[in-house]
């Protein structure tokens, strides 16, 4: 079974968890609802993904528009045509060249298909991913949420919703992820909603100290 959402069903969603949780209640009655983050499903999306690793979003950001400035159009040809130096001067790391090229060339082999992605069960699309190089689940779940709207990813890889969810909670630093991922079951089958809260407050409440 397939769960996604929608721009007309975000909004009842987050009221919905609003009732269960009134931390995430607390939320909304303070900031408001939060943005529906998406992205294209596109080649260019997971390569933006993929520069998010591990590295702030303006970082990536800055890597992905030099990319693009580059190449004129960030498609898979374009990308495994360019040598290591271009990468280089477009602010890509070398373990992210090797994962970017490895990305373009199961789509261009069609191991790859992100048009059929849209017709597969979450778990077939992890698999399918992070079959490839330096694609883990915290990428997984990126496409998963932003790209897909699937409706019930938590993230637990994710350092912002973690430290999110500890702040939001009152919870102990060294909370095990376990504890978290069952937190966070309390909020199924809407559990990817429940994140964009949770980055929501952590973007905010940061914002305002």
């Not at 260019?44 to 979003?57: A, D, F, G, T």
């Not at 932003?146 to 409706?151: G, T």
């Not at 630093?173 to 909603?193: G, N």
């Amino acid at each position: 079974m397939i769960h996604s959402f929608s721009e007309k069903t975000f909004k009842r969603i987050c009221n919905q968890l609003a009732k269960k949780d009134a931390h995430l209640a607390g939320v909304l009655q303070r900031y408001g609802h939060p943005p529906m983050w998406t992205r294209t499903n596109s080649f260019e999306s997971l390569v933006h993904i993929i520069l998010e690793q591990q590295v702030s979003l303006a970082s990536a950001l800055a890597a992905l528009r030099k990319l693009q400035e580059y190449s004129g159009e960030l498609t898979p040809a374009a990308v495994v045509r360019m040598s290591d130096e271009e990468m280089r001067s477009c602010y890509v790391s070398r373990q992210k060249m090797i994962y970017i090229r490895g990305l373009a060339e199961a789509i261009i082999s069609g191991s790859i298909d992100l048009a059929a992605m849209h017709q597969l069960p979450d778990p077939v699309i992890r698999e399918r991913l992070t079959a490839l190089k330096g694609i883990g689940n915290w990428t997984a779940d990126v496409y998963l949420m932003f790209v897909l709207q699937r409706s019930d990813i938590f993230p637990a890889g994710d350092l912002a919703a973690v430290n999110a969810l500890k702040r939001l909670k009152v919870l102990d630093k060294d909370v095990s992820r376990d504890e978290l991922v069952a937190i966070a079951a309390s909020w199924a089958p809407h559990r990817t909603v429940a994140t964009m809260i949770l980055w929501h407050y952590y973007l905010s409440a940061g914002k305002r100290g």
